[in-house]
């Protein structure tokens, strides 16, 4: 199976590779057209409203609390998608990937990636979790894997929930 990739979309796996840890480092440089709405992490640019909600001084509102079972679920579902990663199991890393950016990489190219990331940095596990965010079926998260070049990548990462499973949607 051939993939035919247009330039836009390059950047989109790209931000894939890199935010699913930064497998092939070097094959994300310099692919990215630089015509789309990103905001480097793959993700379109979001608007930051100008004005203060009501309620907040200074704009210090806190966020509100994490369910802790709910984020407990989503940590074990970045260690088991981060695991699967680096050893790599590129199938069963694939299926912790949301259909969204499944529809994006050809699952040949992400097994590739894998076995390239495995070569490269050998099994590496989450050291760090942090839920950042978590509303309904969308969480983002920041979690380390000891690797600075990986980590920088790692915060604010995007995860849905699918049925009762969090996927990786952070293309």
Same mark, same amino acid.
Not at 56 to 61: A, H, M, V
Not at 68 to 84: F, G, K, N
Not at 121 to 135: I, N, S
């Given at each position: 199976?051939?993939?035919?990739?247009?330039?836009?979309?390059?950047?989109?796996?790209?931000?894939?590779?890199?935010?699913?840890?930064?497998?092939?480092?070097?094959?994300?440089?310099?692919?990215?057209?630089? /015509?789309?709405?990103?905001?480097?992490? @793959?993700?379109? #640019?979001? +608007? =930051?409203? *100008?004005? %203060?909600?009501?309620?907040?001084?200074?704009?210090?509102?806190?966020?509100?609390?994490?369910?802790?079972?709910?984020?407990?679920?989503?940590?074990?579902?970045?260690?088991?998608?981060?695991?699967?990663?680096?050893?790599?199991?590129?199938?069963?890393?694939?299926?912790?990937?949301?259909?969204?950016?499944?529809?994006?990489?050809?699952?040949?190219?992400?097994?590739?990636?894998? /076995?390239?990331?495995?070569?490269?940095? @050998?099994?590496? #596990?989450? +050291? =760090?979790? *942090?839920? %950042?965010?978590?509303?309904?079926?969308?969480?983002?998260?920041?979690?380390?894997?000891g690797v600075p070049?990986?980590?920088?990548?790692?915060?604010?990462?995007?995860?849905?929930?699918?049925?009762?499973?969090?996927?990786?949607?952070?293309?």
């Amino acid at each position: 199976m051939s993939l035919h990739i247009r330039p836009r979309r390059a950047g989109r796996l790209c931000a894939l590779a890199a935010a699913g840890l930064l497998a092939l480092t070097a094959a994300c440089s310099g692919d990215d057209d630089g /015509d789309d709405d990103s905001n480097g992490n @793959g993700n379109a #640019a979001e +608007e =930051t409203p *100008t004005q %203060e909600p009501e309620g907040t001084e200074g704009g210090t509102e806190s966020p509100p609390p994490v369910d802790e079972e709910t984020a407990a679920e989503l940590e074990a579902a970045v260690r088991a998608y981060t695991d699967a990663f680096f050893a790599p199991d590129a199938e069963a890393a694939y299926e912790m990937v949301s259909q969204r950016c499944r529809d994006l990489v050809d699952p040949e190219v992400y097994a590739a990636q894998l /076995d390239q990331a495995a070569a490269d940095h @050998g099994q590496l #596990a989450v +050291e =760090t979790f *942090t839920v %950042e965010h978590l509303a309904g079926d969308e969480a983002h998260v920041t979690y380390t894997v000891g690797v600075p070049e990986f980590d920088e990548r790692l915060a604010g990462q995007l995860w849905s929930r699918a049925g009762e499973d969090w996927k990786f949607d952070s293309c």
